[in-house]
């Protein structure tokens, strides 16, 4: 299979996520910088992906896009077959709150919220905050082993802990799609290992899609797929596997 | 180096238009209140002076005798007793009068212009003659003359002929001669001025051969002269006494001290938040860049380098809205202005002011105020934010629980400050400034103890809450709200105190004037029992004018009235237990009263029963609440008076409660009074007629009317209708006087919410700059736009909620202060404290419509800002 010069999935299946053409432009008074230049992208259902780039290079501009957060200049974002562009804020907002789990660098956590609470917040948002899934929520909590801390505000955690709480988050209502945008650029190595199989085993365990983005190469072995953001287009790297 | 920096403070403050217009505008507001207020007042006080100048001129002392006046012999003998300064002496007849159609009232000052020029610039430095000529005012009689703007004013012209009503009927003279002002302020004087000579005056006012009053110029030592010179002629002049001509002025002053104390503390609360806001507002943009400063810090910039530029920053921002509070507080000025004249109007007596005049020290006051606010208020924040070391400057949420955990320390604080407010308070003393600065500690105090009740309020209502938004299953969101006030207490904690005092100060104005309110109709209901009052024809201020004694005939004479009881009323000097003489005179009542009449004198100090007997019988008198409070007297006590009789000592036998007048009122039989005091014929101010129980007062009233028309119309000359108004009139109009004289603190009231209300606004456009990341955050986990803007609008009710509900002591609390010690103090009056539920539900509707207000633009623009965005800033 060539995978070279398309970005094309040979999968037969439909993809989840999709960038047809798509052009980001960013204008500041005047100062016109195109960061995405026409570029196409499909994600497979399960798959995992690495966005790896410099800085600057696009990579969260990418995410946002494909999270709805923000939105293309031209071309289409695909979630799930949906054309995002044509969805109103409050769709978008919805579709996230269902479907899409997030974990960013730092400031994940709502710092008026205990542990607990943050994790309990999608659930509630999603309208299910039943018990049962708030057990589930404890459960998840545990796997990341921060189970004793459910009462404590953010501040009083070190960075690692706040990352597995966000993981956590992210993952609590059952997302089919998680976006990580460089999730231990602010921990130390040992730390970010830890965070980083923490990831890896909670995906292994539900085969959900992941798209992270990062500019450090180690990190990017966790992937199935890198794919290359560099001068405003994609560019798969070419012993990266494909489901 | 320097010029870098400042432009990077110039820039900040650039980048944040909104904040920085904010503070500026929160200076701004709080400097014009009390530059508005000082203006207004001291305008007021100018019109004073002036009334009081116009007719006083350069003289220095005055003679004056008993209610009656002084006999013109007496001048005469003065004039020519040959001493030094017998010269420089004139007889002056004043009184008010009225022409054409009655509505227009003038002061009559009857001269003698060939005395004048030796004694007062009138006619020279001040008057220029327009035309006519001022000697023909002593030739010709009847004749005037008038400042040439009223003469045209009134369309009359040298030669032409007016019809002139006083006490004594109605008249024509023709005026002689136009006086032309000047200058401004001699314009304003002559404004509602008609000068005639000495016998004219006496003539139209009907009081031939007496004069009111002998003005003096006099040096040093002459006063002691013409004191000795008066002794000599102690016999036939016992009662006459000269004064220096300040002491009348000082009278005035006594006056209006009070009702502008009042004034003033209202402005002093409103510049308090105004200070709270510029604190809070300057230690935000100083806070906000704490990562900044230490960055600033870290590359080598001196501590001393940060604080100065911190300090200058305040001082231009300061300086600039100060500048503008200025401008704002002249136009706030013509506003209150005419409220202040009108309340003093209708309290003391007319004045005339149309414009502000420009008071340097009220200005200087304001920009001392503005300026040094704000210095003040940047010091605290600057000195933090540059002793801290740089790494701890970029942590937030340590701040936040810095903030948190220095409330208890501030609520100790605070509750020292209010233990000595209590402690000033018990201090036995009648000092006004001590009551005022008790009450300012202890809202001072208060204040400081917010912040924790804040953070108390907020762990008691996240549980609450939780459990409320639980019900449409967001109890998370719910709990953050409720969690977020405390969590963002160095942002909101001042704003939520300027808020707390500003609704605080409102509901306790309001809580006393209600009180007021309710005592006055009260003590109406007691002293307005008459079923129908006759008194003459109002005239805006001057000497009351007097029925004469066919009146009370004509009235006693109809059909169903059942009794009568009469007022006179006059001034009599008191001589202090000293032998010193007081400046303030006392005002006298005559009344004539029976047994039923008696009621309306509500007794509040000595033993009723005998009571009347012994008044009507001629044993002593009654004074009023404010007359016994402000001369330190009570039952058993004498007064000493300056009667016609010579000096007479009065035992008071009982203290009644009365809210006409803060000066108080001594009150005789008039039999009594009339033993001492002259009294041409038997004169009264106003007559109440009690009737029959079946009499209906309306057929009365139309009665009483056409029968007093048919006397009039038989002497049309004579004295003017004299005026009817039923029980129920009086009353009305009574409460209409009072709701006006404090429809001016209503304004004030909303000045002061309204600088709150830019607190508010301004902490919360300020958490809007720091919560970006976390709504951000927020919005990318499923939050919709709506959802945002719920939550902080939420948070907004909370924080409204919690500054209405501590404001409830507070402004109770400020309300017992001001009925229970500021009243006394000032007036003298006992007012019945009442807090009617109603003004704690509006005080805590005020406090939440004002924080849900402020929030409306802060969470619209919280929940439209791009999550994108948000997430891009670290
Ligand atoms: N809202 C915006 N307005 C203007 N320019 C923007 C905006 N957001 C991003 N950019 C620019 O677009 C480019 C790509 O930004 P982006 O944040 O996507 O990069 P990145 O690959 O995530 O970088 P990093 O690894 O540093 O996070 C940058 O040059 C950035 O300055
Ligand atoms: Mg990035």
Not at chain 2, 464 to 493: C, E, F, H, P
Not at chain 2, 751 to 773: C, N
Request: charged share 20%.
């Amino acid at each position: 299979m060539n995978h070279s010069s398309t970005l094309d999935t040979s999968s037969h299946q439909q993809p989840i996520l999709s960038l047809q053409a798509v052009t980001k432009i960013y204008d500041e008074g005047g100062s016109r910088q195109t960061v995405l230049d026409s570029v196409d992208l499909q994600i497979a259902a399960g798959e995992r992906l690495v966005l790896l780039g410099r800085s600057g290079s696009g990579k969260s501009t990418l995410l946002n896009l494909l999270s709805g957060i923000d939105l293309a200049t031209s071309g289409s974002v695909r979630f799930e077959g949906a054309d995002l562009a044509r969805l109103s804020e409050r769709e978008r907002t919805l579709l996230r709150r269902m479907r899409v789990g997030f974990v960013f660098q730092f400031f994940n956590l709502i710092p008026t919220l205990t542990v607990e609470e943050n994790l309990l917040l999608p659930l509630e948002l999603a309208g299910r905050s039943t018990t049962r899934e708030s057990k589930r929520a404890l459960e998840l909590l545990d796997r990341v082993g921060l189970a004793g801390r459910r009462g404590s505000f953010p501040d009083v955690l070190s960075g690692g802990e706040q990352q597995r709480v966000a993981i956590a988050r992210a993952l609590v209502h059952d997302p089919v799609v998680l976006l990580a945008d460089e999730p231990t650029g602010n921990l130390d190595e040992e730390t970010a290992e830890g965070v980083l199989t923490l990831l890896q085993e909670t995906l292994a365990a539900t085969g959900k899609t992941l798209v992270m983005a990062t500019h450090s190469r180690t990190v990017a072995g966790l992937g199935d797929r890198i794919v290359r953001v560099h001068g405003g287009k994609l560019e798969t790297e070419p012993n990266s596997v494909t489901l | 180096m320097t010029r870098i920096l400042r432009r990077t403070f110039l820039r900040h403050l650039l980048r944040h238009p909104w904040q920085t217009g904010l503070t500026g505008l929160g200076v701004a507001l709080a400097v014009s209140i009390v530059v508005g207020i000082d203006l207004a007042n001291a305008s007021a006080e100018r019109a004073f002076d002036l009334a009081i100048e116009a007719v006083a001129g350069r003289t220095t002392h005055e003679v004056i005798g008993g209610p009656d006046g002084l006999n013109e012999s007496l001048y005469t003998e003065l004039r020519s007793s040959g001493e030094p300064w017998a010269r420089r002496s004139a007889p002056v007849v004043e009184g008010r009068i009225s022409i054409g159609d009655a509505r227009r009232s003038l002061r009559l000052l009857g001269l003698d212009p060939f005395a004048e020029p030796a004694l007062r610039d009138l006619g020279a430095d001040v008057f220029s003659v327009d035309d006519g000529a001022l000697g023909d005012l002593l030739v010709e009689p009847r004749t005037v003359a008038l400042a040439a703007s009223l003469a045209d004013e009134l369309g009359v012209d040298v030669g032409d002929s007016l019809e002139v009503t006083t006490a004594n009927g109605t008249a024509v003279v023709r005026l002689v001669s136009r006086i032309r002002p000047r200058d401004e302020l001699a314009r304003r004087a002559a404004r509602d001025l008609l000068v005639a000579d000495v016998a004219t005056a006496q003539e139209l006012l009907g009081q031939v051969g007496r004069l009111d009053r002998i003005d003096l110029r006099l040096v040093d030592g002459e006063a002691d002269a013409i004191r000795s010179w008066l002794s000599e002629r102690s016999g036939s002049v016992e009662g006459i006494e000269i004064r220096p001509v300040a002491a009348r002025s000082g009278a005035l002053d006594q006056m209006t001290r009070a009702f502008r104390l009042n004034l003033e503390a209202l402005s002093l609360l409103a510049l308090l938040v105004g200070v709270f806001l510029v604190h809070n507002t300057l230690t935000f943009s100083v806070v906000r860049r704490r990562p900044l400063l230490g960055r600033l810090r870290a590359l080598g910039v001196q501590r001393r380098e940060l604080l100065s530029l911190v300090l200058l920053e305040g001082a231009v921002l300061g300086g600039i809205a100060t500048a503008v509070g200025l401008v704002l507080g002249l136009v706030l000025a013509e506003g209150l202005l005419g409220l202040v004249v009108r309340t003093i109007n209708d309290l003391y007596f007319a004045v005339e002011v149309q414009n502000v005049s420009i008071d340097l020290r009220a200005l200087a006051k304001g920009g001392l105020l503005g300026v040094g606010g704000s210095l003040l208020a940047a010091l605290a924040p600057a000195r933090e934010a540059t002793t801290s070391p740089p790494r701890w400057a970029l942590l937030r949420s340590q701040f936040e629980q810095r903030t948190l955990r220095s409330a208890p320390r501030l609520a100790a604080a605070g509750l020292l400050l209010c233990l000595l407010a209590s402690a000033l308070l018990a201090w036995p003393s009648r000092s006004l400034p001590i009551a005022f600065a008790a009450i300012f500690v202890f809202v001072l105090g208060f204040a400081g103890l917010v912040p924790a009740a804040t953070v108390a309020a907020s762990h008691l209502a996240t549980p609450l809450m939780g459990r409320g938004a639980g019900l449409v299953g967001q109890k998370i969101l719910g709990r953050m709200a409720a969690r977020g006030v405390a969590g963002s207490l160095s942002r909101t904690g001042v704003a939520m105190a300027a808020l707390t005092l500003a609704v605080a100060t409102t509901l306790g104005v309001q809580v006393m004037i209600l009180s007021f309110r309710a005592t006055l109709v009260d003590w109406l209901e007691t002293t307005l029992q008459a079923d129908v009052y006759v008194a003459a024809q109002l005239r805006s201020g001057g000497p009351a004018q007097t029925l004469g004694a066919h009146w009370t005939r004509v009235v006693s004479d109809l059909p169903g009235v059942e009794s009568v009881v009469s007022q006179y009323r006059t001034q009599a000097l008191v001589q202090r237990a000293d032998g010193t003489l007081d400046p303030i005179p006392a005002r006298l009542a005559a009344t004539r009263v029976d047994r039923r009449g008696f009621d309306i004198f509500r007794i509040l100090e000595g033993d009723e029963r005998g009571l009347y007997e012994q008044f009507a019988s001629g044993h002593g008198v009654l004074v009023s609440e404010p007359f016994a409070y402000h001369r330190d007297l009570g039952v058993g006590d004498t007064i000493r008076l300056m009667a016609d009789d010579g000096v007479g000592d009065f035992p008071i036998l009982a203290v009644y409660s009365d809210y006409a007048t803060d000066r108080g009122i001594v009150t005789f039989h008039r039999d009594h009074f009339e033993q001492h005091f002259r009294v041409a014929g038997e004169r009264n101010h106003s007559l109440g007629l009690f009737l029959a129980s079946d009499r209906n007062i309306d057929d009365f009233v139309d009665d009483l009317e056409r029968r007093l028309e048919e006397v009039h119309s038989d002497r049309p000359n004579h004295e003017p209708l004299p005026r009817v108004v039923a029980n129920a009139e009086l009353k009305r109009l009574s409460l209409e006087i009072f709701d006006r004289t404090f429809a001016i603190t209503g304004v004030l009231r909303l000045l002061a919410i309204g600088v709150a209300f830019l607190g508010v606004l301004s902490a919360l456009m300020a958490l809007q700059l720091e919560r970006a990341r976390e709504l951000g955050v927020l919005r990318a986990t499923g939050l919709t736009p709506g959802q945002v803007w719920g939550l902080v609008t939420l948070q907004t009710g909370v924080m409204g909620s919690i500054a209405g509900l501590l404001s409830l002591p507070l402004g109770a609390a400020l309300a017992a202060l001001l009925v229970h010690v500021i009243n006394k103090r000032s007036f003298g009056w006992t007012l019945a404290y009442q807090l009617p539920p109603m003004a704690l539900v509006q005080a805590l509707g005020l406090a939440l419509v004002a924080a849900l207000l402020a929030g409306l633009y802060p969470a619209w623009k919280m929940s439209r800002s791009s999550p994108a965005l948000a997430l891009r800033e670290e």
